[in-house]
């Protein structure tokens, strides 16, 4: 019996008890107690812990959330690498997988594993003598960033193993996610808190693990699934079944549906078994993955350099829906551009209802012969923006008329201007609302000014109440102004104006491209900045200069022309120069360590942006391109790198995640 004198089996035995209630409720969804009960346990464990502290283990449950934020995250190579699956998009190239399989191995052996596809962010764990040692992303491939403190904040995922026979060795690899069921309940907190909404579950995710305070992540309602293994020293397991029931037994979460099957015909109607219960799952998914079941199958089959060939994902075609079209709105972008938009009868697709659909612009309405009242498909592009993708001619009503454009501006009533050397159609009204609610929204953006808090509902709350009328006024916003606003507090209100006096050390490039200039997208300001090297000679170029220059090309020179003659835009310049915003490149010293070298980019950096990495490059003499070849000296690859990496990697060209770089950077 364990008492009171014995602290250190007591401390132990509240350990593997919270472990036990962990696992019932984050993995099993079987708690036992309830939440007050397991409060009181936590509680105690921590009182012995901090009164008996030489007994506190790392892989406490207390430990789950760790002090001070991190400066910056650490690479780890992994002990294998992880690799990629190859995808299939239809049941033919499915077909010819399953050939290829059968061709290798015994037919009567041949035995498949089905599982979702996770949309989230890839992540191998380590754990030594059942604790956790580290858990490192995919990065590269071969070195990820060390996440551990952040991954140690996702209840789902055990600081320490069930069992007392666990292996001295164990590498889970699995993905990463964002409840999607809980991702509304964020994005309404984001939009209180003044910040921009994530577009999707996925992106939620990856901008969590890359956040450096893990008491931030642990906010977050992250969870994990895991599916396949790194460096181990387990024994016995013959199939990839029989291993995720062995995971099971450690505490490890793993898919809530995987299937054995031999035939392939069952293959099939499995994949399409999967997709109907899509919506159940907490995750969301893009595809089934199809493993061979047998192990020792594993190396007989191998693998290609990208993937291995035991192994496929088979993604699902973009689900679509029909409804019919009630009207057609017309937006009004920052640069004045008006955008339609499909209003529509409200319709279920890949588990949202969805009410609004792009139509691109009007020529595509007149190609596509799109009429209000028609009845047509739409499907969701990358799972995310909802297009409408054709009519449904034969529901199509005889008294339905063309749409005809509005030869007015929605939101000011200013006659639009048609320019025949592009399809946009445009508001030239500098002092239309939509305009410049978006404006001052594109101006405030991260990779512009980068103006934390001044989203979009946030600007729009301030030029209704006439505090701002365009991007320079928000240099006069005082303290006063804000606190009355709605869904701000007197902390939301300084921290706003912290980061708006913060944005003056934005560099010259950024805000060139934060002046929303027509056509001149973030590539061609940092390429114009670096030419002119300040804003008055810009002032004094030619078009004919301008086509001289990369990037910049004949409509993107008159773009420029138009923009700098403007008065209003002229005054808008000079307050903000007048407020410190940076119009000129700063010169510091440099000891041109990168001069002659190239680099290009892949995938999203944990803690830098790609503005960031630039200038860091450019300051020591480095040059960026956007294309891999012979020339190029170093691939910065960061998550989700795509098709560069392989190119780099087939061409010699060295590698580096963000860590290496910075290294690189700083020697």
């Not at 009164?51 to 002090?67: A, D, H, I, L």
């Not at 699902?316 to 009868?345: D, F, K, M, W």
């Not at 098709?643 to 087939?650: C, F, G, V, Y």
Request: hydrophobic share 35%; with cysteine; aromatic share 8%.
């Amino acid at each position: 019996m364990i008492n009171d004198s014995d602290p250190k089996k007591l401390i132990k035995s509240l350990c593997d008890e919270i472990n036990r209630h962990n696992k019932l409720y984050y993995v099993d969804a079987k708690p036992q107690i309830s939440d007050k009960d397991f409060d009181n346990l936590l509680t105690k464990l921590e009182a012995l812990e901090n009164k008996f502290p030489q007994f506190k283990s790392e892989s406490s449950p207390t430990q789950r959330v760790g002090g001070k934020p991190l400066d910056v995250f650490n690479s780890i190579k992994h002990s294998i690498p992880m690799q990629s699956l190859s995808n299939t998009y239809n049941k033919e190239e499915l077909f010819k997988f399953d050939e290829r399989i059968r061709k290798l191995i015994d037919e009567s052996e041949c035995e498949y594993i089905i599982e979702p596809k996770i949309d989230g962010v890839a992540i191998s764990i380590r754990y030594e003598n059942g604790n956790l040692k580290y858990a490192v992303t995919r990065g590269d491939g071969i070195t990820g960033d060390d996440v551990t403190e952040n991954i140690k904040t996702i209840k789902s995922i055990p600081l320490k193993l069930l069992g007392d026979n666990v292996p001295s060795i164990l590498e889970i690899r699995g993905e990463i996610f964002l409840n999607k069921n809980k991702f509304e309940d964020l994005n309404k907190n984001r939009i209180k808190e003044g910040k921009e909404p994530f577009a999707n579950p996925r992106n939620a995710c990856a901008g969590s693990l890359k956040l450096l305070d893990p008491k931030e992540v642990s906010k977050r309602p992250l969870d994990a699934i895991f599916y396949n293994l790194g460096e181990h020293t387990l024994d016995k397991i013959d199939t990839h079944f029989n291993l995720l029931e062995k995971l099971k037994k450690y505490g490890i979460k793993v898919s809530p549906f995987y299937e054995k099957i031999k035939k392939f015909d069952l293959l099939l109607k499995n994949l399409d078994k999967l997709q109907n219960l899509s919506n159940q799952f907490p995750f969301e998914i893009d595809g089934a993955v199809v493993k061979v079941n047998k192990l020792s199958f594993h190396s007989i089959l191998g693998k290609t350099s990208k993937s291995p060939r035991w192994a496929v994902a088979y993604k699902y075609e973009s689900e679509q829906a029909i409804t019919r079209l009630n009207a057609i709105s017309i937006q009004v972008g920052r640069t004045g551009v008006l955008t339609p938009v499909a209003e529509l009868e409200s319709v279920q697709l890949a588990g949202t209802l969805v009410k609004r659909a792009t139509l691109h612009n009007y020529d595509e309405i007149i190609r596509k012969d799109i009429r209000v009242g028609d009845y047509v498909i739409i499907e969701k592009a990358g799972e995310i923006i909802p297009i409408v993708l054709k009519v449904i001619l034969e529901k199509r009503k005889q008294n339905l008329k063309k749409f005809e454009f509005p030869k007015f501006c929605p939101s000011c009533s200013t006659p639009i201007h048609k320019n025949n050397e592009e399809v946009a159609i445009r508001c030239n009204n500098n002092r239309c609302p939509s305009k410049l609610k978006n404006w001052i929204t594109h101006f405030a953006s991260r990779k512009a000014m980068d103006i934390t808090g001044l989203g979009e509902s946030v600007v729009e709350q301030l030029i209704k109440n006439k505090l701002i009328q365009s991007p320079p006024d928000i240099y006069e916003l005082k303290l006063s102004d804000l606190i009355n606003l709605e869904r701000f507090g007197e902390k939301s209100a300084q921290n706003l104006i912290n980061n708006i006096n913060d944005s003056k050390k934005i560099s010259f490039g950024r805000v060139l491209y934060a002046l929303g200039i027509p056509h001149v997208g973030k590539t061609a300001s940092e390429t114009i900045a670096n030419y002119y090297q300040n804003i008055n000679n810009i002032f004094l170029t030619t078009i004919e200069e301008l086509e001289e220059i990369d990037d910049v090309g004949p409509i993107v020179a008159k773009s420029i022309e138009a923009y700098f003659s403007n008065p209003e835009y002229q005054l808008v310049i000079q307050r903000l120069k007048n407020y410190g915003i940076k119009f000129e490149i700063e010169y510091v010293q440099s000891d041109e360590t990168l001069k002659g070298q190239t680099f290009v980019f892949t995938g999203t950096l944990p803690n830098l942006s790609r503005n960031e990495a630039s200038e860091k490059i450019e300051l020591r003499g480095g040059k960026i391109s956007s294309n891999i070849s012979k020339k190029t000296n170093y691939l910065i690859a960061g998550e989700a790198a795509g098709s560069k990496l392989d190119k780099a990697r087939d061409l010699g060209i060295k590698v580096l995640n963000e860590s290496e770089f910075m290294k690189l950077i700083n020697n």
